[in-house]
């Protein structure tokens, strides 16, 4: 058998020599980078009687050769499928459209609140589309809005990278992709991906929290603290500023670099009762007005408790909705019993996460850094 595996290259490339590429659909055509246009962002809409709207965009710089900085070239078609909307498309142009530089999916509110399987399944099984792709839920508007603002200044692709750069700024918003979340959704029904808003400012996209995704809608959405919350359970906190008003009077500043969150399963015997969830937070001094010293070590321990109630509150908030909208969308479960791997039968079979007490408990740890006032 594996003798005969190792012909199988061979007669792939004898075929092609012979011409028989179109009948065998293996080999692809080869193009001329120039004759291209490669598609770097799609945007998925529920269309009418059940079919899709599909507005696809190059960037600002990807139009088979163009001039840098030129406005991206943006296709529309509506189909009963998105394979349908994205071979209609091949015609609307002399270069080829390639779908291969996809790097953002956006999926328009109406459809995410009914159908994102549809939209997960096609990358998963199309040729050219690919599983990093990352994956965008459009909040009270459409993915076609959402392309079209960002067009305005820039293209929807420049317009997420440099989103996705710069999210660690705001903690509130983290970039996933579609094998992520694919992959929760298998392992346990539940995920989350970011929201975008759609805005006359910031280059007309805004981060906007996480969609909350069970099955297969989108079940709510995560903003403000909550996001910032779901930012600490997944460890993803670069760089946010917290401010505070210092005892005494005057305000600090301190800037969160880090955290760690364990989830670990409290039982009674045999019984499962409740979650523990402890997170670490690390922060560097930032700033004091003049009238703080922040050299002060009884004043440096308050601002450790602040930061960690601070924690707790965003937290709390986050793991809230979990209950709120029925779904573990954090995979608290499979973080329990990575921490009691022993007691994962148990866990399984009673987890309700409804019925739990969920104790949060965090420490702030602040960096000392330097000496603002030198």
């Known amino acids: 058998m594996k003798k005969c ?75 009963g499928t998105i394979s349908g909307a994205c071979l209609a498309m091949q015609g609307e142009g002399a270069a080829y459209i ?62 997420l990278e440099a989103m996705e750069a710069d999210a660690g700024l705001l903690s509130d918003s983290m970039a996933r992709t579609v094998k992520e979340v694919m992959g929760e959704l298998e392992e346990n029904g539940c995920s989350f991906a970011p929201a975008l808003a759609v805005s006359e400012e910031d280059g007309g996209l805004a981060a906007a929290g996480y969609g909350l995704i069970r099955g297969d809608r989108v079940a709510g959405w995560a903003a403000g603290e909550a996001a910032r919350g779901v930012n600490l359970l997944e460890g993803r906190v670069d760089a946010d500023i917290l401010e505070l008003q210092v005892p005494g009077g005057g305000r600090a500043a301190v800037r969160i670099v880090g955290a760690g969150t364990q989830v ?17 937070t690390d922060a560097n001094l930032a700033e004091g007005s003049p009238s703080v010293d922040l050299n002060d070590a009884a004043l440096r321990a308050w601002m450790e408790d602040a930061l960690a109630r601070r924690t707790e509150e965003r937290l709390r908030a986050a793991l809230e909705l979990c209950r709120q909208l029925d779904g573990d969308f954090f995979q608290l479960q499979n973080r329990a019993g990575q921490s009691a791997p022993w007691r994962w039968r148990e866990l399984r079979e009673q987890w309700d996460l409804a019925s739990l007490d969920i104790d949060v408990k965090a420490e702030g740890h602040i960096l000392r850094g330097y000496d603002v006032r030198g």
């Open 5 to 79: 595996w190792k012909l199988v290259p061979v007669c792939i490339l004898l075929a092609g020599l012979a011409g028989c590429r179109g009948e065998l659909g293996v080999l692809p055509y080869a193009r001329e980078l120039e004759d291209m246009a490669l598609m770097r962002t799609m945007g998925v809409d529920a269309g009418a009687a059940g079919g899709v709207t599909v507005t696809v965009s190059t960037g600002s710089e990807d139009r088979g050769g163009s001039e840098s900085g030129s406005s991206p070239t943006i296709l529309q078609k509506d189909s």
């Open 98 to 159: 390639f779908y291969g530089h996809v790097g953002q999916l956006l999926l328009g509110e109406e459809l995410a609140r009914t159908r994102i399987a549809e939209a997960l399944d096609y990358v998963f099984r199309d040729v050219e589309m690919r599983l990093d792709t990352e994956l965008y839920l459009v909040r009270e508007a459409t993915a076609e809005a959402a392309i079209r603002a960002a067009a305005e200044t820039s293209s929807a692709a420049d317009r």
């Open 264 to 280: 670990e399963p409290v039982f009674d015997g045999d019984r499962l009762t409740g979650l523990r969830v402890c997170c670490e």
